[in-house]
């Protein structure tokens, strides 16, 4: 069993200790780590030294981390493909779009709208973490995704960040 952290939209231009303190705790069981775009800084992903980590660049991104991530990249974890990218233009049926894009493909992990999803397109399983860092409204808290990769399947989940270290 593979288990993978996935997380997007931190929007931090570095790692403070309250993200240092949640993404021990958020993804200490996971094997490998996928960011989905918009961490602004690259120096977000030295949180995760020790596991195998892919990111992809969004649209709030500077140019060092632009030319440094690529825009979308494919993954091979066990017998299946993963897709992860930022998004697809803008938020109105982005799905569909990405699906277009990718398929065929077991999985698109995929960030910018904020709002996290996890349900089956077709074939595909549709992982959006949403913001980790919480930036919806009224102090709601943050959001992250792990998928359980065995043999024969893959399974994902969206957890809530909380508040407690």
Same mark, same amino acid.
């Given at each position: 069993?593979?288990?993978?952290?996935?997380?997007?939209?931190?929007?931090?231009?570095?790692?403070?200790?309250?993200?240092?303190?949640?993404?021990?705790?958020?993804?200490?069981?996971?094997?490998?780590?996928?960011?989905?775009?918009?961490?602004?800084?690259?120096?977000?992903?030295?949180?995760?030294?020790?596991?195998?980590?892919?990111?992809?660049?969004?649209?709030?991104?500077?140019?060092?981390?632009?030319?440094?991530?690529?825009?979308?990249?494919?993954?091979?974890?066990?017998?299946?493909?993963?897709?992860?990218?930022?998004?697809?233009?803008?938020?109105?049926?982005?799905?569909?779009?990405?699906?277009?894009?990718?398929?065929?493909?077991?999985? %698109?992990?995929?960030?910018?709208?904020?709002?996290?999803?996890?349900?089956?397109?077709?074939?595909?399983?549709?992982?959006?973490?949403?913001?980790?860092?919480?930036?919806?409204?009224?102090?709601?808290?943050?959001?992250?995704?792990? %998928?359980?990769?065995?043999?024969?399947?893959?399974?994902?989940? %969206?957890?809530?960040?909380?508040?407690?270290?």
């Amino acid at each position: 069993m593979i288990t993978i952290g996935v997380l997007s939209d931190t929007h931090l231009l570095e790692p403070d200790k309250w993200f240092r303190e949640r993404a021990r705790r958020c993804f200490a069981d996971a094997d490998m780590i996928l960011h989905a775009g918009d961490l602004t800084s690259l120096s977000v992903l030295e949180v995760f030294a020790g596991k195998t980590v892919h990111a992809v660049h969004g649209n709030m991104c500077g140019p060092k981390t632009r030319n440094t991530l690529p825009a979308s990249k494919i993954i091979e974890v066990g017998n299946f493909r993963l897709a992860l990218v930022h998004g697809a233009g803008y938020m109105h049926n982005i799905e569909q779009r990405l699906f277009d894009l990718f398929a065929p493909i077991d999985c %698109i992990v995929y960030g910018h709208t904020h709002k996290a999803v996890c349900h089956r397109f077709g074939p595909t399983l549709m992982v959006n973490p949403g913001s980790f860092t919480a930036t919806g409204p009224y102090g709601a808290s943050g959001t992250y995704a792990s %998928i359980k990769v065995d043999r024969r399947s893959m399974e994902g989940r %969206i957890h809530l960040v909380g508040n407690a270290a």
